[in-house]
């Protein structure tokens, strides 16, 4: 499936037609040597886990992250259902921030240990893209993944995705063991057929 096409929205930021149907990739890594080294950001970064986070500020981050890239999952939960997973004592949220605002985030899911630790959601703030924080970011999340002893770390990216997230990913070692097509559905058509 090709890249959508891009165009300038009313406000001047990018946006894109969205396809009816998308390819999800499912990458996992079964061993942690060879993951190359990623230089940090040049400028002031930090990670934080955000340890029982407000689901409203969770929404916002999920949001933020992923409304370029049709991230709609996690809004179709309810606060409760939402507040189960990201409130689970094996699912842990790391915001990272670029001289001292949130870029984005790692959440890592622990809930399958041993047999494997999920790279739930990942992704930065449009805002910080092309700055040095993703590839340090997932390498981070890598790194911090591998310390729990998993038998295999996992992720999936999906075209709707941003385009150098697959090739980042296999860069730091994950490799893809299946693809799926998917059919996208807007949540504006859930809500007007809910």
Not at 42 to 55: C, D
Not at 83 to 99: F, G, K, L, Q, R
Not at 132 to 148: F, N, Q, S, T, V
């Amino acid at each position: 499936m090709g890249r959508p096409g891009r165009h300038t929205g009313g406000d001047g930021t990018m946006s894109r037609a969205v396809p009816s149907t998308y390819t999800i990739t499912y990458l996992e890594m079964t061993e942690s040597s060879g993951i190359p080294h990623v230089a940090p950001p040049s400028v002031r970064h930090a990670v934080m886990r955000a340890a029982q986070p407000p689901v409203h500020y969770y929404r916002y981050l999920y949001d933020a992250v992923g409304r370029p890239w049709q991230w709609v999952d996690r809004k179709r939960l309810s606060d409760g259902q939402l507040a189960s997973i990201i409130h689970d004592p094996a699912v842990e949220i790391y915001i990272a921030y670029m001289d001292g605002v949130p870029a984005g985030f790692a959440e890592l899911d622990f809930r399958e240990l041993p047999a494997r630790a999920d790279l739930a959601y990942f992704g930065l703030i449009p805002d910080f893209i092309g700055r040095g924080m993703g590839p340090w970011l997932l390498h981070w999340a890598i790194d911090e993944m591998w310390g729990r002893a998993p038998a295999k770390l996992t992720v999936n990216t999906c075209t709707l995705d941003h385009p150098s997230a697959l090739p980042m990913y296999q860069k730091l070692g994950f490799r893809p063991y299946d693809r799926r097509e998917a059919r996208f559905v807007p949540l504006d058509d859930e809500l007007r057929d809910g």
